[in-house]
Structures are given as C-alpha cells and as structure tokens.
C-alpha cells in the first residue's frame, strides 16, 4: 500500500484548541442552548431571531479563530500526500481552509454560506446576517445560515460514501461519535477492510470500532499520525 486511500472526519474536538467550544463536551453549546430551539427548521419557523443571531455569534467567533497544529498537519497531509485524502468536516467553521487544506467536504454545512430556502441559491454570508434578508437570485426574503439543522439531510454524502468505498484509512479526529450518519462512516469504512484510527480527547461513543486509538488533544495526536502517515 504506497499510496494508500485516505478519508479523515473531524469535529469540533479539532477546533476546540482555537477557542470554538463544542457541542457536547462539559459547558459546550448544547449544554448553553436548546437543540430545538437553534439547530432545527423547526425551531428557525417559530424564532428566527434567535437562530440567527446565535449563528451570528459563532460566525464573528469563528471569524477571529485561527487554526491550530491539528488543522496545519491535516493541511501538510494533502499537500504532501500522493494519494487521495479527503478531507470531510462535520464543522461549520472555516479553519481547515484558513490552515490551507484543500477542497474540504463541509458536511454539516458553514457559517460562511448563506442558503435560500426558496429557490436553494448559496452565496456567501454577511457576517452579520438579518433575518429575512432577499436573496439575491429570487429576491424573495428568504435567507437563512446554510447550516445542516437536525432533520436535513447532510451535504456531499454521494461523494463521501464513494470515497469511504475505496478507503484504506480512516481516521476520525475530535468528534464524539453521537451525530449520524457521520458516526458511522467507521463502520463503512470497517467494511471494506479500511485502518481505522480515533484520534480524541475522550473515548468517542463508537471507539471500539477503531482498532487504533490515540487518546490526546488534536494538536499533539493530529501532527505526530500525519508524520507516521507520511512516513509510511
Ligand atoms: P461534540 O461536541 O459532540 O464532540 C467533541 C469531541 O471532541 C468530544 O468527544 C471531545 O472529547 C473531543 N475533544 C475536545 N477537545 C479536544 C481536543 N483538544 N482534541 C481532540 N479532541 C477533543 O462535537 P461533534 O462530534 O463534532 O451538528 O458533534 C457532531 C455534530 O453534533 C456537530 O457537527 C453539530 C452537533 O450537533 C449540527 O449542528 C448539525
């Protein structure tokens, strides 16, 4: 295996060393607000206000946020990697870019992307949106923070699920493994015979699944698996 297939999932474990806290960790967002309340369609329908305005708030955070050794060594694994490495992120922020990784599959959508809910036109977000701000394909007031809610479905999953079929590693960084159906790319990754790797502060909800498991903050676990990667 020279050139071995790579499929990463991060988290908000990853980001969580630049100061954006996660979802389920002791204090972490869900934890400061309802899930129904912010992160459903449901929930935007009855108080759009509220919606935007906490996605505003992680906007201008993840705005000042820089990234971090973790993003950094992910980045150098694709620059330096000679085989296919995609890169899948259940984040909304953009520090995997601001790192200078390439083509990153946002999977739960981002806090830079604005979406119409009428005629489905993305454009990038202000960094403070309105709310029932035009869009400007359909002029229709109609935006709302492209961001997959609980309920809708996850973008890019064609292109994931194609890529795990091929994968011979699969490594998950800084998730919990409590949202699916990111939790269960180990499984389909098991499937076709792939090296498993978690790389996370806890063990994750579905850590038996991996057979390596490198226990750690991303910044120091992220760039020494890249070095072992590159290495061979
Ligand atoms: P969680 O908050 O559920 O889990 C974060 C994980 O990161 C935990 O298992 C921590 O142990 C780990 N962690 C914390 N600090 C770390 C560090 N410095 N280095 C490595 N690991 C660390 O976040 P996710 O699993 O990303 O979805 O959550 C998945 C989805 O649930 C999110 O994308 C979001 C949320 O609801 C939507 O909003 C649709």
Redesign the pocket.
């Given at each position: 295996m020279t050139h071995p297939s790579i499929v990463i999932l991060?988290?908000?474990?990853?980001s969580?060393?630049s100061g954006l806290?996660?979802?389920?960790?002791e204090g972490?967002?869900?934890a400061q607000h309802r899930?129904e309340d912010v992160?459903t369609p449901e929930g935007f329908a009855r108080n759009p206000t509220l919606v935007v305005d906490f996605y505003n708030a992680r906007r201008a955070q993840a705005h000042e946020a820089v990234p971090?050794a973790?993003h950094a060594a992910l980045a150098r694994l694709q620059a330096e990697h000679k085989g296919e490495v995609l890169l899948v992120t259940?984040?909304?922020d953009s520090l995997h870019e601001k790192a200078g990784g390439s083509d990153v599959v946002h999977?739960?959508?981002e806090l830079a992307s604005a979406l119409c809910s009428n005629c489905g036109h993305r454009w990038t977000a202000p960094l403070h949106m309105e709310v029932g701000e035009a869009c400007p394909t359909c002029a229709q007031p109609t935006a709302r923070p492209d961001?997959?809610?609980?309920g809708?479905i996850?973008y890019h999953m064609e292109r994931i699920e194609a890529a795990l079929a091929q994968a011979d590693i699969f490594a998950a960084?800084?998730?919990?493994?409590?949202?699916y159906p990111?939790?269960g790319f180990v499984q389909m990754a098991r499937y076709v015979g792939a090296r498993t790797v978690e790389?996370?502060?806890?063990?994750?909800q579905t850590v038996d699944l991996f057979e390596d498991t490198r226990p750690?903050?991303?910044?120091?676990?992220?760039p020494q698996w890249v070095d072992d990667v590159l290495n061979g």
């Open positions: 991060t988290g908000a474990g990853i969580a060393e806290g996660t979802f389920r960790d972490g967002l869900w899930i992160a971090n973790g259940q984040n909304v999977m739960h959508g961001i997959v809610w609980f809708e996850p960084i800084g998730t919990s493994g409590n949202v990111a939790a790389m996370n502060l806890d063990p994750s750690g903050k991303a910044s120091e676990t992220v």
